[in-house]
């Protein structure tokens, strides 16, 4: 089992900066992609940003391009969310999301690949 933990919520102006951060503990995530999603009220959760486990190669969902960038660190089995230029539409439940299984490695955009999620962290943007 793998637990994920999100932390580096909170509120912040527009034009801010966020980060969040994603620690895996009970099982090694060195070998599988990573991912960020967001659910805002009312909405689904939708895709936000995917690292694959060698942090080479990386998606993000049109909205955050050129804002947001996701990276990762092996060696302290953690993923991260650096948020740059916040809007107040940004303002959701952010939770990361680690794959297993064969192909795991790569990166992904639907939830449903993702087999472990974290508890989410808020991320309140004012205008």
């Known amino acids: 089992q793998v637990q994920l933990v999100e932390s580096g919520g909170g509120l912040v102006q527009a034009g801010g900066s966020l980060r969040l951060s994603c620690a895996a503990s009970?099982?090694?995530?060195?070998?599988?992609?990573m991912g960020w999603f967001r659910q805002a009220p009312g909405k689904e959760r939708e895709f936000v940003a995917t690292?694959?486990?060698?942090?080479?190669?990386?998606d993000y969902t049109d909205s955050v391009k050129g804002r947001f960038t996701i990276s990762r660190d092996n060696t302290k089995n953690t993923g991260y969310l650096q948020m740059n230029s916040l809007k107040p539409e940004d303002t959701a439940v952010y939770y990361c999301?680690?794959?297993?299984?064969?192909?795991?490695?790569?990166?992904?955009?639907?939830?449903?690949?993702?087999?472990?999620w974290g508890q989410g962290t808020q991320v309140t943007v004012s205008s």
């Open positions: 690292i694959n486990w060698t942090g080479g190669r990386t």
């Open positions: 999301a680690a794959r297993t299984g064969s192909g795991g490695a790569g990166i992904a955009t639907m939830t449903y690949e993702y087999s472990y």
């Open positions: 009970g099982r090694t995530l060195s070998n599988k992609a």
